[in-house]
């Protein structure tokens, strides 16, 4: 697939070469692989309805959403919780703008374009490696009057973090501590801050955080549990970051990767007060048996904490957290509502007698409740013959053992076909899409997969082993096969993973 550069054109903003892959020429590429007219077209209408939910969570969007400068009143509200702060910029000097995150940077470029025109902004960003074609090393803002801005750029290593992401974090943690109590701090988040903003208590090293992210990001354990986990062993998340900034006002925009919306959770909380302990992060990595598998200098870390040696993380009602606001501008279901307006104005009902699933638990068995769902008795019998649809966002998580390549999404689309494979085709069509709005789920390059009614007679045709490909959780290397992943690379922005089901029973 081809590449091309798109150049930003952002009054007064230096113009980035902004560099990725033109999601619509692979939407049409996947849509131009159904084998049949009815698949194409279903293909097509689960496709243009998830780019009409990538559109929605797309940085510039969300900051046009929730952030208004009138005259010098800055408001920031969120949709999703009709919460909303006003600021008066005159009694600030400047803005310190900080944070990290798959979508920090675009959130950052928005930003600028509205306070960068009333106070001159300043402040540094952990962003995933792979977005420098992007973003070069700063974000610079020249408003109209003269006003300059520049965030600099620290370009760490996610989901494994690096010497890099520490540097970056420590440099945060600087600017934080130093700004004068005149400066307003904006904080920005996004899915992939934790690991893109690491800071290990002493003596964890980067080769032993990098382990233990390693056994947790394999162990099945969901983000909440592993973020449960980071926090106790961070100088930094789990309001450690609120610890630095306080008495300063602070407001924190914050776009949710985690099921639910928790904010101690996102970016592991740097910002907002801990609802976990020591004890509860103990207790994790005894459920998932990896006690003997972390490193020495993390079992050292948290049993110094169950025994009351360290510090618990900041709670509720700390008074650090006095003046910081915390407000979730985006997530899945900003996405979501987006998709299901789509399916809908194609003729499509949401079914009300079966629900859809949150995504949820380990990958394969969320596949297998797929598959009983689309195999519903209900279906086969249907008298009506209308177009029904199904759809829901969430995270599933992946116990690896095998050594291939692979996603949550693709293995769990994979864990449906191989129980839709073990039964008659249905008669009637259907269409399923998976993706990680992030672009890149796993060790693999894919976003996820798109299957349909012919992708399972092609499996049962060329007698296809699924059953290898997943006890190697190797889903990638099976959708690529039949040319049906999603290879879209970094979107720039990051919320829930997303599936769509359509079932068209008018034939």
């Known amino acids: 697939m081809k590449f091309y550069l798109e150049t930003m054109e952002v009054k007064g903003m230096e113009k980035p070469k902004i560099q990725m892959k033109n999601i619509q020429v692979e939407f049409d590429r996947l849509k131009k692989n159904g084998k049949s007219a009815k698949s194409m077209q279903m293909r097509e209408d689960l496709l243009k309805a998830f ?4 559109q929605a969570v797309m940085p510039d969007r969300l900051i046009e959403n929730s952030v208004f400068v009138n005259g010098t009143e800055l408001k920031i509200s969120s949709r999703l919780t009709t919460q909303s702060i006003r600021y008066d910029l005159l009694r600030y000097s400047k803005i ?33 490696k792979g977005q420098e074609e992007l973003w070069g090393e700063h974000i610079v803002y020249t408003s109209d009057s003269g006003i300059h801005s520049k965030i600099d750029i620290v370009y760490a290593s996610h989901p494994i973090p690096d010497e890099d992401g520490i540097k970056g974090t420590k440099r945060i943690m600087k600017l934080a501590s130093s700004a004068d109590l005149d400066t307003l701090v904006l904080v920005i988040i996004s899915g992939g801050g934790s690991a893109l903003m690491p800071l290990p208590k ?17 162990s099945g354990a969901n983000i909440i549990e592993i973020n449960a986990v980071r926090k106790h062993i961070s100088d930094f998340k789990g309001g450690q970051l609120a610890r630095i900034i306080h008495p300063r006002t602070a407001v924190s925009l914050i776009l949710s990767d985690v099921r639910g919306d928790p904010i101690d959770s ?46 618990e993380t900041p709670k ?17 279901t900003t996405a979501v509502n987006e998709i299901r307006n789509f399916i809908e ?8 007698a079966l629900l859809s699933p949150e995504l949820f638990g380990e990958a394969k068995a969320m596949g297998k409740k797929l598959a009983e769902l689309i195999l519903s008795d209900r279906f086969s019998q249907e008298q009506i013959k209308r177009k029904l649809y199904f759809l829901n966002s969430g995270e599933c998580t992946v116990t690896v053992k095998g050594e291939g390549k692979g996603g ?14 073990g039964t008659a085709i249905p008669n009637f069509n259907i269409a399923v899409l998976s993706m990680a709005f992030d672009g890149i789920e796993g060790n693999s390059p894919s976003a996820g997969a798109i299957i349909d009614t012919d992708t399972l007679k092609e499996v049962k045709n060329n007698d296809l082993e699924i059953s290898k490909y997943l006890s190697e959780n190797d889903s990638y290397s099976f959708f690529k096969q039949l040319e049906d992943a999603i290879e879209i690379g970094q979107t720039g922005t990051n919320v829930n993973d997303i599936y769509g089901i359509l079932i068209d029973l008018t034939n």
């Open 202 to 218: 002493k003596p964890i090293t980067i080769a032993a955080l990098k382990s233990l992210n390693s056994i947790m990001l394999e």
């Open 51 to 54: 780019i009409q939910g990538l």
């Open 266 to 311: 996102i970016a592991s909380g740097p910002t907002t007060y801990d609802t976990s302990t020591y004890n509860i992060s103990w207790q994790i990595i005894e459920k998932y048996r990896i006690v003997h598998m972390v490193p020495e200098s993390v079992r050292v870390v948290l049993r110094k904490g169950v025994n009351g040696l360290l510090s």
């Open 316 to 332: 509720q009602n700390n008074p650090i957290f006095s003046k910081i606001t915390n407000l979730v501008i985006g997530s899945a």
């Open 345 to 352: 104005n194609q003729g499509y009902n949401e079914s009300r």
């Open 408 to 421: 949550r999404n693709q293995e769990m689309l994979l864990a449906l076909l191989e129980e839709l494979n």
């Open 96 to 128: 310190l703008i900080i944070g990290g995150g798959k979508a920090t940077a675009g959130l950052v470029k928005a930003v600028l374009t509205k306070v960068g025109n009333i106070l001159p902004c300043y402040g540094s960003i952990n962003i995933p």
